[in-house]
């Protein structure tokens, strides 16, 4: 059974930065890593960034600008740069994937971000 690990959370000062990690538990012709959601305490959540299908990345309004998405492809691990956070980007980061055998989407256990002020 495939898996994504995401890592590099933790507390942090508000206007610091932290960089997260998604890692496959197979290569990139099995898992595709499919980009990061966010859910803050009290509330559903949403998305960060994603891949789109062309190859481009998307941003959540509220981290253009302040967040880039990366990703080594012979790891199988996509990156999230957070610059400048900001107390409102508190929350447990989930790394969104799909498995390419299946197709079926999954889910990484998610690393916790707080952002103090």
């Known amino acids: 059974q495939v898996q994504v690990v995401e890592s590099g959370g933790g507390l942090v000062q508000a206007g610091e930065s932290l960089t997260l990690s998604c890692a496959a538990s197979?290569?990139?012709?099995?898992?595709?890593?499919l980009g990061w959601h966010r859910q803050a305490p009290g509330k559903q959540p949403g998305l960060v960034a994603e891949?789109?299908?062309?190859?481009?990345?998307v941003y959540a309004a509220p981290v253009k600008g302040r967040f880039t998405m990366s990703r080594d492809n012979a790891k199988n691990t996509v990156f999230l740069q957070m610059n400048s956070l900001k107390p409102e980007h508190t929350g447990v980061y989930f790394c969104?994937?799909?498995?390419?055998?299946?197709?079926?989407?999954?889910w990484g256990q998610g690393t916790q971000v707080t952002v103090s002020s």
């Open positions: 969104a994937a799909k498995d390419l055998r299946t197709n079926r989407n999954f």
């Open positions: 197979a290569t990139i012709f099995r898992v595709k890593i």
């Open positions: 891949f789109t299908s062309s190859g481009s990345t």
